[in-house]
């Protein structure tokens, strides 16, 4: 008994056994990597969200709001606001062509809407990942567990000596493979459902800054709750007055 344990099993086992520990271990590294990497950069989205919210509606002119998001491309609040300028820009120097046929309004909610699409996909990325490890893992393991068991009865049964040292050594060995696959799953599911409750929460930031925006391309105005000062619409809201 002294000379079972997970030195024993690696040793001891064949290739499939083997084959499905390094599964394994590729399994969590990839799944740990996704879930660093996808936390760091949700860290920075809320960040540019907070920045978003509280700089750029405070800005005297829309390219110094531009300025308050920085010059990093991969600022989805950024990337929002130039397919918006570009959008309107594009629609007002083709009028006479888009005049019958969308008006800015349509325009506007298409490129924007892209532009979401995209940046939704960027923050989606690699989850699949941990949604894959989080319903295989466990059953790699448990695949592993049958075959230790399976070969070690029939190691037990050739040996002659079906006591209970013999049986219960190589048994508890198998169901290991079992824990490590656990062990690999519930961080992955733990992990996709963090990051995807704070990606809804990004998400919806993202679709409250780009209504913002098409109220402004649109109005010249952003919209604000009805307690805001300024002049009130048709929706109950209240308008802020800035130039575009």
């Known amino acids: 008994m002294q000379d079972l344990g997970l030195s024993?099993?690696?040793?001891?086992?064949?290739?499939?056994?083997?084959?499905?520990?390094?599964?394994?271990?590729?399994?969590?590294?990839?799944?740990?990597?996704?879930?660093?990497?996808?936390?760091?950069?949700?860290?920075?989205?809320?960040?540019?969200?907070?920045?978003?919210?509280?700089?750029?509606?405070?800005?005297?002119?829309?390219?110094?709001?531009?300025?308050?998001?920085?010059?990093?491309?991969?600022?989805?609040?950024?990337?929002?606001?130039?397919?918006?300028?570009?959008?309107?820009?594009?629609h007002r120097a083709s009028q006479p062509q888009l005049h019958d046929v969308m008006d800015i309004s349509d325009w506007l909610t298409r490129s924007l809407k892209s532009a979401i699409d995209d940046a939704v996909a960027r923050m989606q990325s690699?989850?699949?990942?941990?949604?894959?490890?989080?319903?295989?893992?466990?059953?790699?393991?448990?695949?592993?567990?049958?075959?230790?068991?399976?070969?070690a009865l029939i190691n037990i049964g050739a040996s002659g000596v079906p006591t209970i040292d013999k049986v219960a050594g190589p048994v508890g060995e198998s169901l290991i493979m079992t824990a490590f696959g656990l062990a690999v799953a519930i961080?992955?599911?733990?992990?996709?459902?963090?990051?995807?409750?704070?990606?809804?929460?990004?998400?919806?930031?993202?679709?409250?800054?780009?209504h913002d925006l098409h109220a402004y391309f649109v109005t010249g105005a952003r919209v604000r709750p009805s307690n805001a000062r300024g002049a009130t619409d048709d929706s109950g809201m209240r308008l802020a007055v800035k130039n575009p």
Not at 131 to 140: E, H, N
Not at 187 to 210: D, E, H, M, Q, T
């Open 187 to 210: 961080p992955a599911v733990l992990g996709y459902n963090a990051l995807s409750r704070g990606n809804k929460g990004v998400i919806s930031k993202l679709n409250r800054f780009a």
């Open 126 to 151: 690699g989850l699949a990942v941990l949604a894959s490890v989080g319903s295989t893992a466990p059953f790699v393991g448990l695949f592993g567990t049958v075959w230790g068991i399976y070969h």
């Open 8 to 90: 024993h099993l690696w040793t001891q086992g064949d290739f499939v056994m083997r084959a499905t520990a390094i599964i394994l271990l590729i399994m969590s590294l990839a799944s740990w990597i996704v879930i660093l990497t996808k936390a760091w950069d949700l860290i920075r989205l809320k960040k540019m969200a907070h920045g978003a919210e509280k700089r750029f509606w405070h800005s005297d002119d829309f390219d110094h709001a531009l300025e308050t998001l920085g010059g990093n491309d991969a600022n989805p609040f950024r990337s929002l606001a130039v397919t918006g300028k570009e959008a309107a820009q594009h």
